[in-house]
């Protein structure tokens, strides 16, 4: 940038501090184009900011392909001066998919660990759902686009059980489900540094640090408006019809 604007380099350096831009930090983002966008946005954060009466708000999605990585050394631990480390290269020892569902009202979290990522694991989750809660109650579950939600077989048990109501993010916006916080949680603090010599010590992991999770939950407030989202996302389009 310096050689095309025909300054020194610290000059550059000095107007990006003066105007606190950081060039070596980048974040990702994607803005939704879902026609239905401001619908489901309504419908959704509607539930998080004003739940029913005699009803439960589930915040439904799975973390797939989740490795059961090996270390291919002991790492050093910690001391004085000196950080933690671990190989850079593993060994792989096979994968699980992880459904859970968080109950937005206590934080409380449901999770069930399968082999595969198919309508049928779904519905076996969906079943653990109907057991866990009870019959009395409505389930609004929330939920993203991806087609095993909304395969045939899912919909026909879904219509035979009519206290699950379905509600689905825009496309594009996974943020928008407060269950994907969680797996941010259990990523960092559980599977990152873990070592997991087999599928069933990583299973065991997760099923350990959801027993740890549920044993004092802390539920995730939603504090967003309708209002305040849409405003946002007109800036980015804004932006995005902009000529730089």
Known sequence: MAKAAGVSRSTVQR???AHGLQSHRITTFKLSKDP???EKLTDVVGLYLNAPDKAVVLCVDEKSQI???????PGLPMKPGRRGTMT???KRHGTTTLFAALNVLTG???GQCHGRHRHQEFLKFLRHLDR???PDLTLHVILDNYATHKHKKVRKWLAARPRFQLHFTPTSASWLNL???WFSKL????LRRGVFCSVQELVAAIQDYLTHHNADPKPFVWSTTVDAILDKASKCKVIFGTHH
């Open 36 to 38: 239905a966008f401001v």
């Open 187 to 190: 990523t960092q603090q559980r």
């Open 88 to 90: 850079h290269d593993y």
């Open 15 to 17: 107007i990006w501090d």
């Open 179 to 181: 269950v994907e916080s």
């Open 67 to 73: 490795q059961a990585l090996d270390r291919t050394q």
């Open 132 to 134: 866990a809660f009870p």
């Open 108 to 110: 409380e979290v449901v």
